[in-house]
């Protein structure tokens, strides 16, 4: 579990709750490394977007909190993504 403190902050950012945080060292495809090194909180009550060029690893990130990587042949995601302090990808049902 990670603590408040243990988070990226930034001074414009009120002190919320986190309630969706991804932290992944690599997502692959295959032997291609589409996302490496993000650390990004989703707080609660605010409004984030993801902006970028055309293949930058928009919709890669997005398929990694909804699971929707594991449809996709010979991914491999190394890291976590936490709901509610929960990692989904290690969560017993």
Sequence with gaps: ???DSQLPTSPSIKKTEVIL???????????FLALRNINLPIYTNTITALVGPSGCGKSSLLRCFN???ELIGNT???GKVLFHNIDVYNHPQ
């Excluded at 945080?21 to 032997?31: R, S």
């Design 1 to 3: 579990m990670l603590r």
């Design 21 to 31: 945080y991804a932290q992944i060292e690599a997502l692959y495809y295959g032997k």
């Design 67 to 69: 699971r929707l990587n």
């Design 76 to 78: 491999r995601l190394q």
